[in-house]
């Protein structure tokens, strides 16, 4: 089996992580894979070791020179079926250039925002299979009108190991600007996702006066890219915030700082499924999180960390300090969160799941209506 994977986004979060995961997963199966994606990427970097790579240009949703520019990548690579990983163009364009080949075309749907009945009914027409990475995300597809026959559930799943060799001190020192470990502060909060509106970093900056109030200590890395960090930073030096939040970037060495935060707030508003809070709970950190989307399905209210409603800013300020002052709590709560990510979003289940969807599609036989991996 030959598989064209489509990757639009140029850096290696959530989405593009998934995909260098698949990609060595179905290389370890004796799948032959390619990938389309960006020139110079992260992902083109990495998926060399497990795929053949494509470098194309990739300006983004309007981009309909996609439509070409793919059309003769499948022409070259003569796949049995392309896997479509992302928007960004990807979606719409990459379907239009599969059609036009007679390629048999799976999409992958990451993120759970609405869309209307006769957008979905355009553009999903594009593609044989459509595959959710949570439930929530099922939802949403079933609500604008895509039918069972074409959807498919396969979660995303996060490696533990890098997340379980324990805390670089130093290196968190260094993000919080201490001169050494042992002048470290704490508590520390993490915010780890893309600098975009829907993360939700606005209702932590409004809580933290609160908790700012309560743990005069308190510390806040938020990590990640994106168009909002000039934005963001304006209002913590606008707020006086500016000692307890630091905008410190994309880091590859996450899985070393994360096991250092005493806690992971996601404040999103919208949230296909979370891919930080499996890392999060892979390092033992328990977690406060909005109950939107995919997430409850990640982060199980009282179990590996608390749910808050979105955009409540007293519920997230309360949550945060009832766990800050509660060491033994967020001790159990991170501690509890180990065994689900390993048993319920495994790498392993992820590629099983995607491969039994190219099976299904190219026996043309009808198959389950989901694969859950675990």
């Given amino acids: 089996m030959r598989v064209l994977h489509v990757e639009g986004g140029g850096e290696l979060y959530g989405g593009a992580q998934q995909v260098l995961y698949l990609l060595k997963g179905l290389a370890e199966q004796g799948i032959d894979s390619h990938v389309a994606c960006r020139p110079g990427c992260a992902l083109a970097r990495r998926a060399a070791a497990f795929a ?14 996609i439509i070409l520019r793919l059309g003769r990548v499948i022409r070259d690579v003569r796949p049995n079926l392309v896997h479509l990983h992302s928007r960004i163009g990807a979606d719409v364009m990459g379907g239009i250039a599969a059609r036009r080949a007679g390629i048999p075309v799976v999409h992958t749907r990451r993120v759970d925002n609405p869309e209307p009945r006769w957008l979905a009914a355009a553009k999903y027409r594009l593609h044989d299979r459509v595959i959710a990475i949570s439930e929530g995300i099922a939802r949403v597809l079933r609500d604008a009108g ?55 970093h606005r209702f932590l900056l409004d809580a933290l006066p609160l908790i700012i109030a309560a743990e005069p200590q308190v510390q806040v890395l938020c990590f990640g890219k994106g168009p909002l960090v000039g934005p963001l930073q304006e209002r913590i030096d606008r707020d006086g915030l500016a000692e307890h939040v630091r905008l410190v970037g994309y880091r590859d060495d996450l899985p070393k700082l994360l096991p250092c935060l005493d806690l992971l707030v996601h404040p999103a508003t919208m949230e296909g499924l979370g891919v930080s809070l499996l890392q999060a709970s892979a390092a033992g950190v328990a977690i406060v999180a909005s109950d939107v989307g995919g997430i409850p399905e990640a982060v199980r209210d009282g179990v590996n960390g608390r749910l808050v409603p979105p955009a409540d800013v007293p519920a997230l300020a309360a949550a945060v300090l009832a766990l800050l002052r509660d060491p033994v709590a967020r001790a159990r709560l991170g501690a509890a969160g180990r065994a689900p990510v390993a048993r319920g979003f495994s790498v392993a289940g992820m590629v099983a799941g995607n491969l039994a969807v190219y099976r299904e599609l190219l026996a043309g036989a009808p198959g389950p209506a989901d694969h859950q991996p675990g």
């Fill in 52 to 65: 053949r790579v494509h470098e194309m240009p990739m300006g983004g949703d309007l981009d309909v020179g």
């Fill in 146 to 200: 895509l039918p069972d026959a074409k959807l498919r559930v396969v979660r995303s799943a996060v490696d533990p190991r890098p997340f379980a060799g324990g805390c670089d001190r130093e290196a968190l020192a260094r993000s919080l600007g201490a001169a050494d470990a042992l002048d470290m502060p704490t508590p520390v909060v993490g915010v780890v996702a893309q600098l975009i509106e829907r993360k939700g």
